[in-house]
């Protein structure tokens, strides 16, 4: 069943290897609210995540949990470019993520410092996913956890040699396949030895668009246990090409209403054209302009996300005493990959001119071409025929190929190595833990543009990088990143006496991060750029982010816990856009922060009551009441100086400022019950309360380090004017969320109906419009079929039903810094998928 919330034991170590620092029950298919911590924490087992859907993602796996909103336009949460999460109030790029304790970053797109948890294991290979809603361990290998941590933890090998075999089928001729050969122990000499070797294969067609989304995946694992101590070795393997969807622009029906800020066209879908090359260029004109009545809600003819990742692991836990052990792991992550957008000429030709017209330094300002005007003279330009504009056009055309169209990509790199090391202590009433963790990244980003051939179409497609089969037409910049990180840390827990427990500690956060462009984008060709993107050093020193918390059990039944806890986010050293000082509007804006900036900080108060309770007959309790408030600082923005990007249907994009823009204030309540009734029947019901608001308005013209006003005015924003941003809602997460589930167990047949709601979210910083609420259910069957007449161990067939109610609605909301628009992505259809799981 899902979703029962059981007390269990403190665990409590810094550094846990895959299974430790669980509940003893975290696979008895529960979600379990633990006691290992003073602060909340949930976790949800592997037998639950498969019951979601098999190979969901260990981030679409949690969205049940109180708190957690995660939306994606996939089923399984795998597209990486329209997931969204929040927590309490705080976006993906807030939270820290690991798996078996190795970090993988902030989880922005186009990552820089990591990778996706379900890129970082297989998800049948997922043991449990523990969610900290409030504030992470201090012990925690993140720079980025303002708010909450999820944790995702590999499974160990079993203890017996079998073979696992899942087939899924299922909507859109979705195709998955996974495998796993244990080992089973193998020594004898009184140590355990066992491994596992597992592959996974997915396949399925975009739902609104022919793009086939998959990849291949593998894991191998081994584990040496002994009385001395025990190592475990990892390794995974991923390569992955996700065609994505596009994000559809809406413009708030609300004053000023002035003809830029009106578009009447708001297709609930945008599907890309490929492979209809003949089609697509008949869509654009001759000169590769979208259609102007389209505005920015034009058609790409696709784009893609590719990457290959490299993960690999390596822990010894000392037994150094019988109250002392020592843990010491080293990893290391290397990625490559690249982000591709093809779309027409004429919306990237502010950029494509500077780099492919002979004669543009000659040009004067008002006779270059605008977006979506190749080949267009300018109104104001007298120096230019419209002839010679049209002829100008052309050889931009064909200096692109001839098709019309032109191809972007940002081309990632990341090396990046780092050891994390645990030292505990059990002194009796005291369990001393000190930690550390140092990484050292070294990253490059390229933003590139290549022709797509008219004669050749089969050179631009998603499934290929285009630098593998063509030169780049020109790098528009390239940009490299050296980023040292290092976090110190050393906690007590203090049972002070039989009820009550005391934890408290401190750590530190440093950041030694420099980056430059050794290719520097041509005058002209970013929007907002006056000079060269800027270059240099940040160093971001926090010796002291204390924590304290206690948990006081009134009777084994009941028990109540609060928390206190101060953490940073470093700043992002991202080269390629984004929220970033390294791609700001000038080098003076970057030498502002790296003299006086300050990073978002924030202080996250927590407490609850806990409920275990058991009443005869099989009936049972378990609930959770959880209040929570933070107070958040220096929160930065990036004003874009062009907005949109790709989610704003722009494939050329611009720069931005980053500016500090005021606090946060938030007021929060997670509850959670579950009902059992033996093992027949129960039900979960969990309910979020958030309330985040501004504490001040903005200055949109800001363009030094605080764009913060003292005071709320109110009104609509003007160009160069104050955004009304005080005593609003943060927008993009919901004020209310409801999730449920029913769990009927019949003999070997189990069903589950999960319902999820998320309330009203604003589009838009001032709160002037917003996107509706929706209720979303799912349906899962398993039968358990009769295995050992098989000659198996195990043998199950299930069948998932997705969004149950076929309900169309919003999904991932795109909030921009300016406040006249905002772009989403569509809630997927209803979708069937039918899996057979087999064990031998």
Not at 346 to 364: C, E, K, R, V, W
Not at 430 to 458: C, D, M
Not at 696 to 718: E, F, L, Q
Not at 776 to 795: H, Q
């Amino acid at each position: 069943m899902l979703a029962t919330p059981a007390l269990a034991q403190d665990q409590t170590q810094a550094a846990p290897a895959a299974d430790e620092g669980a509940p003893e029950n975290a696979g008895d298919g529960t979600i379990l609210v633990t006691a290992k911590q003073t602060r909340s924490a949930t976790a949800i087992p592997a037998s639950e995540i498969q019951k979601i859907l098999p190979g969901v993602s260990p981030l679409k796996a949690i969205q049940t949990l109180p708190g957690v909103l995660y939306v994606t336009a996939d089923p399984w949460g795998n597209n990486e470019q329209n997931a969204q999460i929040f927590i309490h109030g705080f976006a993906g790029n807030q939270l820290g993520y690991t798996m078996d304790g190795i970090p993988l970053g902030d989880q922005s797109y186009g990552n820089y410092n990591g990778l996706s948890p379900q890129r970082a294991v297989i998800s049948e290979n997922v043991a449990r996913v523990v969610v900290s809603a409030g504030a992470g361990d201090l012990a925690t290998p993140s720079n980025s956890n303002l708010g909450g941590t999820i944790e995702t933890y590999s499974s160990d090998p079993t203890p017996a040699f079998g073979l696992t075999a899942n087939q899924t089928i299922g909507s859109y001729n979705t195709s998955r396949t996974f495998l796993r050969v244990d080992t089973g122990n193998f020594g004898g000499d009184g140590s355990t030895n066992a491994g596992y070797l597992s592959v996974a294969r997915q396949k399925a067609k975009a739902w609104d668009f022919n793009g086939w989304q998959g990849g291949w995946q593998a894991n191998a694992k081994f584990v040496h246990d002994d009385s001395v101590g025990k190592l475990t070795l990892y390794f995974d393997y991923n390569d992955m090409t996700q065609p994505n969807e596009d994000a559809t622009v809406f413009f708030k029906p609300t004053p000023p209403a002035t003809a830029s800020a009106v578009q009447l066209y708001t297709p609930y879908t945008k599907p890309f054209f490929y492979s209809d090359f003949a089609g697509y260029r008949s869509y654009i004109n001759a000169l590769g302009n979208s259609p102007a009545a389209q505005g920015g809600n034009y058609r790409n003819y696709y784009s893609d996300a590719q990457r290959t990742d490299y993960l690999t692991y390596a822990r010894y836990d000392a037994k150094i005493a019988d109250n002392v052990t020592l843990s010491n792991t080293i990893y290391f992550h290397h990625n490559d990959g690249a982000g591709v957008v093809a779309g027409p000429l004429g919306q990237s030709i502010t950029t494509a001119q500077p780099y492919l017209d002979p004669n543009y330094a000659s040009l004067p300002t008002n006779c270059r071409f605008g977006a979506n005007g190749n080949g267009v003279r300018p109104t104001a330009c007298t120096g230019l025929t419209d002839a010679q504009a049209a002829a100008a056009g052309a050889a931009l055309v064909a200096a692109t190929g001839g098709s019309g169209l032109i191809t972007r990509t940002t081309e990632y790199r990341i090396d990046r190595g780092g050891a994390i090391a645990a030292l505990n202590v059990d002194l009796g009433d005291h369990k001393i833990e000190l930690g550390g963790w140092f990484e050292h990244n070294s990253t490059t980003q390229w933003r590139r543009w290549y022709a797509v051939p008219v004669g050749n179409p089969r050179l631009s497609t998603p499934y290929i990088r285009p630098l593998e089969v063509m030169q780049p037409l020109f790098t528009q910049y390239q940009g490299e990143a050296r980023i040292n990180e290092l976090q110190l840390h050393v906690q007590d827990t203090w049972q002070v006496f039989e009820p009550l427990l005391v934890q408290f500690g401190f750590k530190t956060s440093a950041q030694w991060a420099n980056g430059w462009f050794p290719v520097q984008p041509k005058l002209g060709s970013l929007s907002g750029l006056t000079g060269k993107l800027p270059e240099g050093k940040i160093n971001t020193l926090k010796w002291f982010l204390p924590a304290i918390g206690a948990t006081y059990d009134f009777n084994g039944h009941e028990q109540a816990y609060f928390n206190v806890q101060k953490n940073l986010r470093q700043y992002q050293a991202y080269l390629a856009g984004g929220g970033g000082p390294w791609f700001t509007g000038s080098q003076t804006a970057f030498n502002a922060f790296a003299n006086d900036g300050k990073p978002e900080s924030s202080w996250t108060y927590e407490a609850g009551l806990r409920t275990h309770r058991s009443f005869g007959g099989g009936i049972g309790l378990d609930a959770q009441i959880n209040y929570y408030h933070v107070d958040f600082s220096d929160r930065l923005l990036a004003i874009s100086t062009n907005p949109g990007g790709i989610a704003g249907g722009q494939i050329a994009g611009g720069t931005s400022i980053l500016v500090n823009v005021g606090d946060v204030r938030t007021n929060g309540v997670d509850a959670a019950f579950t009902l059992r009734f033996g093992r027949a029947f129960s039900f979960y019901n969990a309910a979020s309360y958030n309330l985040s608001k501004y504490r001040s308005d903005y200055s949109s013209a800001a363009t030094g380090i605080g764009a913060a006003t003292n005071s709320c005015i109110g009104g609509y924003v003007v160009s160069g004017g104050v955004v009304p941003t005080c005593g609003k809602q943060l927008p993009g997460t919901p004020k209310w969320m409801n999730k449920s589930v029913a769990t009927l167990n019949i003999g070997p047949v189990e069903a589950q109906l999960v319902g999820d709601y998320v309330g009203k979210r604003y589009a838009t910083f001032s709160n002037d419009a917003s996107v509706g609420s929706y209720f979303l259910t799912s349906l899962s069957v398993g039968v358990d079929l009769p295995a050992e007449r098989l000659g198996m161990k195990k043998a199950k067939l299930s069948l998932n039903v997705t969004n149950l109610g076929d309900i169309k609605g919003v999904s991932t909301l795109s909030v921009g810094s300016a406040t006249n628009s905002y772009s989403a992505y569509p809630i997927p259809p209803r979708q069937w998928f039918l899996t057979y799981a087999s064990q031998f």
